[in-house]
C-alpha cells in the first residue's frame, strides 16, 4: 500500500485544522457536531455483526470495537479538561497513553452497548456546558504536559467535532470498501 492510500485512510477527512478565527456559528456549528455525534455513530455500527467489529479499520490499525471505545475514551478526557479549564487556572493536564488503553480487555473485548449509551450521556453533558459558556470561558485554557502548549476550551470544541467526525469517517470508508 502507497503512503499516500495509507495516509488516507488514516485521516479519512484530513487532519484537524484550526480556523483562523473561532466565530460564533463555528462554535455554535462544532457543538451541535458533538452533541449529534452518538447519534450518527450508533446509526453506523448498532448493527454491525461481532466479526464486523474486530475489523481493523485499516492495515495494523484499530478495530472498529476499539474505535468506538477511544471515542468514550478521549471524549471523556475531553469533558475533565473543559472543567478543569473552568475551575483552575490554567491547569497542567494529565495526558494519557490511547494506544496502550486501546489494548486493556474492554477496549479489545467488551460489547459496544455500554460505550454507546455511555456517549449518549456524556454528549449531552459536554453540548449541555459548551452552550452555556461566555466568550470569557471558551478562551479559559489548559496546559498539555506533552509539549507545554496553551489549549483553550474554543480549541477543544473544534478539535473534538473534528476527533468523533474523524473516528466516525473511519467507520463509514470500512464499510463502504467492505460493502457492509
Given at each position: ?5 495509507l ?18 456559528d463555528?462554535i ?109 470561558e ?5 496546559i ?12 477543544m ?9 474523524h ?14
Amino acid at each position: 500500500m502507497e503512503n499516500l492510500d495509507l495516509e488516507k485512510l488514516k485521516y479519512p477527512i484530513g487532519k484537524f485544522i484550526a480556523p483562523e478565527n473561532y466565530s460564533p456559528d463555528y462554535i455554535s456549528n462544532k457543538i451541535e457536531e458533538i452533541s449529534s455525534f452518538p447519534e450518527r455513530l450508533k446509526k453506523e455500527v448498532i448493527n454491525l455483526s461481532d466479526e464486523q467489529l474486530e475489523t481493523p479499520y485499516r492495515p495494523e490499525g484499530w478495530t472498529v470495537r476499539q474505535l468506538i471505545h477511544h471515542c468514550a475514551e478521549s471524549h471523556m478526557n475531553c469533558f475533565i479538561r473543559i472543567k478543569w479549564a473552568l475551575t483552575e487556572d490554567k491547569p497542567i493536564i494529565k495526558a494519557y497513553h490511547e494506544d496502550l488503553w486501546a489494548e486493556l480487555p474492554d477496549n479489545l473485548t467488551m460489547p459496544i452497548q455500554p460505550t454507546l449509551s455511555l456517549l449518549d450521556g456524556l454528549h449531552f453533558r459536554l453540548g449541555y456546558i459548551m452552550k452555556s459558556l461566555s466568550q470569557t470561558e471558551l478562551e479559559k485554557a489548559f496546559i498539555h504536559p506533552e509539549n507545554n502548549s496553551i489549549v483553550s476550551i474554543k480549541q477543544m470544541i473544534g478539535t473534538y467535532a473534528w476527533h468523533g467526525n474523524h473516528h466516525l469517517a473511519h467507520i463509514t470508508a470500512l464499510k463502504k470498501r467492505k460493502g457492509w
